[in-house]
């Protein structure tokens, strides 16, 4: 289980830094392309396109490290107070919908791609695929993390945080 937490827990940060990376770029691009519109009357075409894969981006690569450090909004509070055999059940339960989840965000978007992967995006060169690869990332991501909460509620053992 160690070898695993240590795994993800890099995989964790890694992709955060990388959610902070376009998130950053995605500030940078709105912020070009409102000069280039309001100021010089001349916004490129790409700039709606490469922020659209930003954002994209930014909720995948930041959703998935969020949701493995518990980081979303949750309703802990409550289950704190229910009883230990219950808290178990409670775990178990989102920790399947959360990797079930993540199982169809990833198929899902594996499918979407595949079947978009012929058209490009006109104003950027690229396949239309592109737009899913932030997505199927996102997905592996969520899965493998429930995966590891999961285990560490079977094996009693505890999921180190990223940020420790």
């Not at 518990?70 to 178990?92: D, E, T």
């Not at 595949?114 to 060169?125: E, F, K, Q, R, V």
């Amino acid at each position: 289980m160690k070898w695993l937490t240590a795994i993800n827990s890099r995989l964790s940060r890694w992709t955060l830094y990388l959610a902070c990376a376009c998130l950053a770029g995605l500030l940078c691009i709105v912020v070009y392309g409102v000069v280039m519109r309001y100021v010089f009357n001349d916004e490129p075409p790409y700039v709606e396109q490469v922020a659209l894969l930003l954002v994209i981006s930014v909720s995948m690569f930041g959703g998935a490290p969020c949701g493995r450090d518990g980081g979303q909004i949750g309703l802990n509070s409550l289950v704190a107070r229910l009883p230990p055999r219950l808290q178990f059940w409670w775990h178990l339960a989102v920790q399947i919908l959360g990797m079930v989840f993540g199982l169809i965000l990833l198929a899902g978007s594996v499918v979407m791609g595949l079947s978009t992967y012929t058209n490009t995006i006109p104003t950027l060169g690229l396949s239309e695929a592109f737009r899913y690869l932030p997505v199927v990332l996102g997905g592996m991501l969520i899965a493998a993390f429930s995966f590891e909460h999961l285990w560490a509620l079977f094996t009693d053992t505890e999921v180190i945080r990223s940020w420790h």
